[in-house]
Protein backbone atom coordinates (compact mmCIF):
# COMPACT_ATOMS: atom_id res chain seq x y z
CA UNK A 1 0.00 0.00 0.00
CA UNK A 2 3.03 2.21 0.74
CA UNK A 3 4.36 1.74 -3.16
CA UNK A 4 0.52 2.57 -4.47
CA UNK A 5 0.52 5.77 -2.48
CA UNK A 6 3.72 6.76 -4.28
CA UNK A 7 2.08 6.09 -6.97
CA UNK A 8 -0.56 8.34 -5.88
CA UNK A 9 1.55 10.98 -5.06
CA UNK A 10 2.51 11.23 -8.86
CA UNK A 11 -0.41 13.18 -10.39
CA UNK A 12 -1.69 15.13 -7.72
CA UNK A 13 -3.70 18.20 -8.57
CA UNK A 14 -3.94 17.26 -11.97
CA UNK A 15 -6.36 14.54 -12.66
CA UNK A 16 -9.24 17.05 -12.58
CA UNK A 17 -12.25 16.21 -10.80
CA UNK A 18 -11.32 12.98 -10.76
CA UNK A 19 -9.04 11.53 -7.47
CA UNK A 20 -5.02 10.79 -7.60
CA UNK A 21 -5.15 7.15 -7.23
CA UNK A 22 -2.08 4.35 -7.09
CA UNK A 23 -2.98 1.26 -7.74
CA UNK A 24 -0.15 -2.15 -7.32
CA UNK A 25 -0.36 -5.84 -8.79
CA UNK A 26 1.08 -8.67 -6.69
CA UNK A 27 1.43 -12.31 -7.59
CA UNK A 28 3.44 -14.81 -6.14
CA UNK A 29 4.70 -12.54 -3.46
CA UNK A 30 6.16 -9.98 -6.39
CA UNK A 31 5.16 -7.06 -7.94
CA UNK A 32 3.90 -7.79 -11.69
CA UNK A 33 2.59 -4.55 -12.22
CA UNK A 34 1.88 -0.84 -10.64
CA UNK A 35 0.22 2.24 -12.03
CA UNK A 36 -1.79 5.63 -11.16
CA UNK A 37 -4.36 8.07 -12.39
CA UNK A 38 -3.24 9.51 -15.65
CA UNK A 39 -3.18 13.34 -16.14
CA UNK A 40 -6.75 15.26 -16.56
CA UNK A 41 -7.87 11.84 -14.59
CA UNK A 42 -8.08 8.74 -17.20
CA UNK A 43 -7.51 6.21 -17.55
CA UNK A 44 -7.82 5.10 -13.81
CA UNK A 45 -4.94 3.73 -12.14
CA UNK A 46 -6.54 0.25 -11.40
CA UNK A 47 -7.17 0.34 -15.60
CA UNK A 48 -3.08 1.03 -15.95
CA UNK A 49 -2.10 -1.11 -13.86
CA UNK A 50 -4.16 -4.40 -14.88
CA UNK A 51 -3.72 -3.57 -18.60
CA UNK A 52 -0.39 -3.28 -18.68
CA UNK A 53 0.53 -5.73 -17.24
CA UNK A 54 3.03 -8.66 -19.05
CA UNK A 55 2.16 -11.27 -16.95
CA UNK A 56 -1.08 -13.26 -16.47
CA UNK A 57 -3.57 -11.58 -13.78
CA UNK A 58 -5.35 -14.98 -12.53
CA UNK A 59 -5.01 -15.43 -8.76
CA UNK A 60 -3.34 -12.26 -8.70
CA UNK A 61 -3.96 -9.42 -5.66
CA UNK A 62 -4.28 -6.07 -6.11
CA UNK A 63 -3.62 -2.58 -3.91
CA UNK A 64 -5.56 0.27 -4.24
CA UNK A 65 -5.29 3.43 -2.26
CA UNK A 66 -9.13 4.17 -2.91
CA UNK A 67 -12.45 2.03 -3.17
CA UNK A 68 -12.34 1.22 -6.89
CA UNK A 69 -15.06 2.87 -8.75
CA UNK A 70 -18.34 0.65 -9.47
CA UNK A 71 -19.98 3.34 -12.02
CA UNK A 72 -20.11 3.97 -15.57
CA UNK A 73 -19.40 7.27 -15.83
CA UNK A 74 -16.67 8.21 -19.26
CA UNK A 75 -14.92 5.11 -18.55
CA UNK A 76 -16.38 1.61 -17.44
CA UNK A 77 -16.25 0.53 -14.14
CA UNK A 78 -12.76 -0.44 -12.43
CA UNK A 79 -14.46 -3.29 -10.49
CA UNK A 80 -15.78 -4.59 -13.61
CA UNK A 81 -12.59 -4.97 -14.95
CA UNK A 82 -10.50 -6.33 -11.68
CA UNK A 83 -13.54 -9.11 -12.06
CA UNK A 84 -12.50 -9.78 -15.78
CA UNK A 85 -8.79 -10.03 -15.10
CA UNK A 86 -9.49 -12.33 -12.57
CA UNK A 87 -7.68 -11.01 -9.71
CA UNK A 88 -8.32 -13.02 -6.16
CA UNK A 89 -7.66 -11.00 -3.75
CA UNK A 90 -8.38 -6.74 -3.34
CA UNK A 91 -6.92 -4.02 -0.44
CA UNK A 92 -8.13 -0.82 -0.49
CA UNK A 93 -7.77 1.95 2.08
CA UNK A 94 -10.10 4.68 1.77
CA UNK A 95 -14.13 4.24 0.56
CA UNK A 96 -15.23 6.42 -2.08
CA UNK A 97 -16.92 9.33 -1.19
CA UNK A 98 -18.45 9.80 -4.63
CA UNK A 99 -21.95 8.61 -3.98
CA UNK A 100 -21.99 6.72 -7.10
CA UNK A 101 -19.24 4.12 -5.80
CA UNK A 102 -19.50 4.65 -1.90
CA UNK A 103 -19.05 0.95 -0.11
CA UNK A 104 -20.37 -0.50 -3.30
CA UNK A 105 -17.46 -1.98 -4.50
CA UNK A 106 -17.49 -4.59 -1.48
CA UNK A 107 -20.34 -6.22 -2.54
CA UNK A 108 -19.86 -6.35 -6.23
CA UNK A 109 -16.15 -7.83 -5.37
CA UNK A 110 -17.73 -10.36 -2.85
CA UNK A 111 -20.24 -11.39 -4.73
CA UNK A 112 -17.61 -12.62 -7.60
CA UNK A 113 -15.72 -14.54 -5.22
CA UNK A 114 -13.30 -11.57 -4.60
CA UNK A 115 -11.65 -11.13 -1.03
CA UNK A 116 -11.92 -7.57 -0.25
CA UNK A 117 -9.81 -6.26 2.74
CA UNK A 118 -10.60 -2.41 3.44
CA UNK A 119 -8.36 -0.23 5.80
CA UNK A 120 -4.56 -0.84 5.57
CA UNK A 121 -2.69 2.48 6.28
CA UNK A 122 -6.43 4.22 6.42
CA UNK A 123 -5.38 7.26 8.66
CA UNK A 124 -2.04 7.96 6.05
CA UNK A 125 -4.82 7.71 2.96
CA UNK A 126 -7.52 9.41 4.66
CA UNK A 127 -5.06 12.69 5.34
CA UNK A 128 -4.11 12.26 1.38
CA UNK A 129 -7.31 11.91 0.53
CA UNK A 130 -8.77 15.21 2.50
CA UNK A 131 -8.76 17.37 -0.71
CA UNK A 132 -10.98 14.73 -2.77
CA UNK A 133 -12.91 13.99 0.07
CA UNK A 134 -13.93 17.71 0.22
CA UNK A 135 -14.64 18.30 -3.25
CA UNK A 136 -17.31 15.58 -3.06
CA UNK A 137 -18.62 16.02 0.09
CA UNK A 138 -18.72 20.30 0.68
CA UNK A 139 -19.72 22.95 -1.91
CA UNK A 140 -16.00 24.49 -2.17
CA UNK A 141 -13.09 23.08 -3.09
CA UNK A 142 -9.46 22.43 -0.76
CA UNK A 143 -7.59 25.87 -0.09
CA UNK A 144 -3.99 25.97 0.90
CA UNK A 145 -2.43 29.10 1.51
CA UNK A 146 1.21 30.09 1.61
CA UNK A 147 3.50 33.51 2.77
CA UNK A 148 6.27 34.20 3.35
CA UNK A 149 8.07 36.26 6.21
CA UNK A 150 10.90 37.19 7.23
CA UNK A 151 12.43 36.10 10.81
CA UNK A 152 10.91 38.88 12.30
CA UNK A 153 7.75 38.60 10.80
CA UNK A 154 8.18 41.14 7.88
CA UNK A 155 6.28 40.20 4.57
CA UNK A 156 7.95 42.37 2.41
CA UNK A 157 12.03 43.68 1.98
CA UNK A 158 12.66 47.56 1.07
CA UNK A 159 15.66 46.75 -0.65
CA UNK A 160 15.33 42.65 -1.96
CA UNK A 161 12.70 41.28 -4.16
CA UNK A 162 13.08 38.20 -2.16
CA UNK A 163 12.71 37.52 1.59
CA UNK A 164 13.21 33.22 1.68
CA UNK A 165 15.92 31.98 -0.19
CA UNK A 166 16.16 29.55 -3.40
CA UNK A 167 15.50 26.39 -1.92
CA UNK A 168 12.31 28.02 -0.67
CA UNK A 169 11.58 29.25 -3.85
CA UNK A 170 11.86 26.32 -5.37
CA UNK A 171 9.73 24.52 -2.50
CA UNK A 172 6.95 26.80 -4.09
CA UNK A 173 7.05 26.18 -7.51
CA UNK A 174 6.82 22.26 -6.37
CA UNK A 175 3.75 23.24 -4.16
CA UNK A 176 1.95 24.71 -7.73
CA UNK A 177 2.48 21.26 -9.32
CA UNK A 178 0.07 19.36 -7.03
CA UNK A 179 -2.73 22.31 -7.14
CA UNK A 180 -5.04 23.03 -10.51
CA UNK A 181 -5.31 25.95 -9.49
CA UNK A 182 -3.46 29.09 -8.38
CA UNK A 183 -5.53 32.02 -6.55
CA UNK A 184 -3.75 35.67 -6.69
CA UNK A 185 -4.95 39.78 -6.97
CA UNK A 186 -4.57 42.16 -9.34
CA UNK A 187 -2.93 44.17 -6.85
CA UNK A 188 -0.03 41.19 -6.82
CA UNK A 189 -0.11 40.89 -10.61
CA UNK A 190 0.56 44.79 -11.19
CA UNK A 191 3.51 44.82 -8.75
CA UNK A 192 5.08 41.46 -8.97
CA UNK A 193 4.01 40.89 -12.82
CA UNK A 194 4.26 37.21 -11.99
CA UNK A 195 4.33 34.11 -14.25
CA UNK A 196 2.36 32.13 -11.63
CA UNK A 197 3.78 28.73 -13.44
CA UNK A 198 6.18 25.79 -12.28
CA UNK A 199 9.49 26.80 -13.22
CA UNK A 200 10.81 23.09 -12.61
CA UNK A 201 12.60 20.85 -15.19
CA UNK A 202 10.30 18.19 -16.03
CA UNK A 203 6.84 19.86 -14.01
CA UNK A 204 6.52 22.81 -16.20
CA UNK A 205 3.81 20.93 -17.37
CA UNK A 206 1.94 21.01 -14.85
CA UNK A 207 1.63 24.94 -14.11
CA UNK A 208 -2.05 25.57 -12.30
CA UNK A 209 -4.64 27.50 -14.19
CA UNK A 210 -4.41 30.65 -12.89
CA UNK A 211 -7.36 32.68 -10.99
CA UNK A 212 -7.05 36.12 -10.55
CA UNK A 213 -8.98 38.45 -7.97
CA UNK A 214 -9.61 42.19 -10.14
CA UNK A 215 -12.82 43.69 -8.83
CA UNK A 216 -12.19 46.84 -11.43
CA UNK A 217 -10.49 44.79 -14.13
CA UNK A 218 -7.26 46.90 -13.52
CA UNK A 219 -5.39 44.06 -14.88
CA UNK A 220 -2.34 45.06 -17.53
CA UNK A 221 -3.01 43.86 -20.93
CA UNK A 222 0.43 42.80 -21.51
CA UNK A 223 0.73 41.44 -18.17
CA UNK A 224 3.21 37.77 -18.07
CA UNK A 225 0.11 35.60 -16.40
CA UNK A 226 -2.41 36.69 -19.60
CA UNK A 227 0.75 35.95 -22.47
CA UNK A 228 -0.02 33.46 -25.04
CA UNK A 229 3.34 31.81 -24.30
CA UNK A 230 2.32 31.23 -20.80
CA UNK A 231 -0.01 28.24 -22.15
CA UNK A 232 -2.09 27.38 -18.98
CA UNK A 233 -4.89 29.40 -19.07
CA UNK A 234 -6.35 32.47 -17.07
CA UNK A 235 -9.82 32.77 -15.53
CA UNK A 236 -10.96 36.66 -14.01
CA UNK A 237 -13.21 37.43 -11.25
CA UNK A 238 -14.39 40.65 -11.14
CA UNK A 239 -17.40 42.90 -9.65
CA UNK A 240 -16.83 46.84 -12.16
CA UNK A 241 -18.33 45.99 -15.36
CA UNK A 242 -15.97 47.83 -18.46
CA UNK A 243 -17.31 46.47 -21.91
CA UNK A 244 -14.11 47.70 -23.61
CA UNK A 245 -11.52 45.83 -21.03
CA UNK A 246 -13.73 42.78 -20.63
CA UNK A 247 -13.55 42.28 -25.01
CA UNK A 248 -9.62 42.92 -24.55
CA UNK A 249 -9.42 40.17 -22.26
CA UNK A 250 -11.63 37.63 -24.23
CA UNK A 251 -9.67 37.99 -27.10
CA UNK A 252 -6.66 36.67 -25.16
CA UNK A 253 -8.83 33.50 -24.15
CA UNK A 254 -9.55 34.95 -20.67
CA UNK A 255 -12.35 33.61 -19.16
CA UNK A 256 -14.49 36.53 -17.62
CA UNK A 257 -16.76 35.97 -14.65
CA UNK A 258 -18.66 38.35 -12.64
CA UNK A 259 -19.51 37.91 -8.94
CA UNK A 260 -21.36 39.84 -5.72
CA UNK A 261 -19.22 41.87 -2.97
CA UNK A 262 -19.31 41.08 0.26
CA UNK A 263 -20.03 43.37 3.30
CA UNK A 264 -16.80 44.71 3.13
CA UNK A 265 -16.66 45.65 -0.44
CA UNK A 266 -14.29 42.88 -1.42
CA UNK A 267 -15.10 39.93 -4.04
CA UNK A 268 -16.89 37.52 -2.30
CA UNK A 269 -14.82 34.27 -1.96
CA UNK A 270 -17.29 31.77 -1.05
CA UNK A 271 -19.11 32.60 -4.58
CA UNK A 272 -15.71 32.36 -5.78
CA UNK A 273 -14.74 28.99 -4.30
CA UNK A 274 -18.24 27.60 -5.07
CA UNK A 275 -17.82 28.74 -8.43
CA UNK A 276 -14.18 26.68 -8.86
CA UNK A 277 -15.71 23.20 -7.11
CA UNK A 278 -18.55 23.77 -9.99
CA UNK A 279 -15.60 24.44 -13.04
CA UNK A 280 -14.22 20.95 -11.75
CA UNK A 281 -11.48 22.75 -9.52
CA UNK A 282 -10.37 20.43 -6.09
CA UNK A 283 -7.16 21.95 -5.43
CA UNK A 284 -6.75 25.61 -4.78
CA UNK A 285 -3.39 27.57 -3.80
CA UNK A 286 -3.61 30.85 -2.30
CA UNK A 287 -0.18 32.87 -3.39
CA UNK A 288 -0.85 36.68 -3.06
CA UNK A 289 0.03 39.72 -0.99
CA UNK A 290 -1.28 40.16 3.09
CA UNK A 291 -4.99 41.47 2.14
CA UNK A 292 -6.22 38.62 0.52
CA UNK A 293 -4.26 35.82 2.06
CA UNK A 294 -5.67 37.29 5.65
CA UNK A 295 -9.38 37.66 4.01
CA UNK A 296 -9.29 33.69 3.20
CA UNK A 297 -7.72 32.91 6.88
CA UNK A 298 -10.38 34.96 8.55
CA UNK A 299 -13.17 33.80 6.35
CA UNK A 300 -12.05 30.20 7.40
CA UNK A 301 -11.94 29.30 3.93
CA UNK A 302 -7.93 27.60 4.58
CA UNK A 303 -7.70 23.94 4.59
CA UNK A 304 -3.74 23.77 5.43
CA UNK A 305 -1.76 26.57 6.20
CA UNK A 306 2.17 26.76 4.83
CA UNK A 307 4.10 29.33 6.37
CA UNK A 308 7.97 29.85 4.98
CA UNK A 309 10.01 31.99 7.34
CA UNK A 310 13.66 33.17 6.52
CA UNK A 311 16.35 33.08 8.81
CA UNK A 312 16.91 36.40 8.28
CA UNK A 313 15.78 39.71 10.58
CA UNK A 314 14.97 42.88 8.07
CA UNK A 315 14.73 45.40 10.90
CA UNK A 316 14.15 48.63 9.32
CA UNK A 317 14.61 47.33 6.03
CA UNK A 318 11.09 45.45 6.46
CA UNK A 319 7.87 46.07 5.49
CA UNK A 320 3.93 44.90 6.70
CA UNK A 321 4.51 42.85 10.05
CA UNK A 322 2.21 39.74 10.27
CA UNK A 323 2.87 38.65 13.39
CA UNK A 324 0.08 39.91 15.40
CA UNK A 325 -2.50 38.90 12.87
CA UNK A 326 -0.84 35.68 12.32
CA UNK A 327 -0.75 34.86 16.12
CA UNK A 328 -4.24 35.95 16.69
CA UNK A 329 -5.47 33.53 13.80
CA UNK A 330 -3.54 30.25 14.79
CA UNK A 331 -4.15 30.83 18.52
CA UNK A 332 -6.40 27.88 19.58
CA UNK A 333 -6.82 26.67 15.84
CA UNK A 334 -3.53 25.64 14.54
CA UNK A 335 -2.02 22.13 14.32
CA UNK A 336 1.25 21.71 13.51
CA UNK A 337 1.75 19.00 10.80
CA UNK A 338 4.74 19.05 9.59
CA UNK A 339 8.39 21.18 9.92
CA UNK A 340 10.96 21.28 7.24
CA UNK A 341 14.59 22.87 7.17
CA UNK A 342 15.12 24.54 4.08
CA UNK A 343 18.79 24.90 4.49
CA UNK A 344 18.32 28.10 6.96
CA UNK A 345 14.56 29.06 6.05
CA UNK A 346 12.11 26.84 7.97
CA UNK A 347 8.39 25.51 6.39
CA UNK A 348 5.60 25.09 8.54
CA UNK A 349 2.53 23.44 7.48
CA UNK A 350 -0.46 23.89 9.78
CA UNK A 351 -3.63 22.04 8.99
CA UNK A 352 -6.32 24.01 9.89
CA UNK A 353 -9.12 21.94 9.10
Known amino acids: ?114 LVNKGNSENKLKYFYRSYIKYKTTPFPFVTCKIAVSNDFFTVNKKKEWITNSYSRSRVHLMRSYHDCIITSSQTIIKDNSKLNCRINGLRQRSPVKIILDNNLKIPINANVLNKKNKNRTIIFYNNFNKLKIKRLKNLGVKIYKVSLDSDKNLDLKEILTKLRKLGFQRVFVESGIKLTTNFLYNNLVDDFKLFISNKNLGKNGMYNIKKSLNKFLKNKKTIFDKVNLFGDKLITYKIK
Do not use: W
Open 1 to 114: MQLALGQAKKNLGNTRENPSVGCVVTKNNSVISIGCTSINGRPHAEQKALNLSKSKLKSSELYVTLEPCSHYGKTPPCTKLIIKKGVKKVFFSVNDPDKRSFNKSIYLLKKNKI
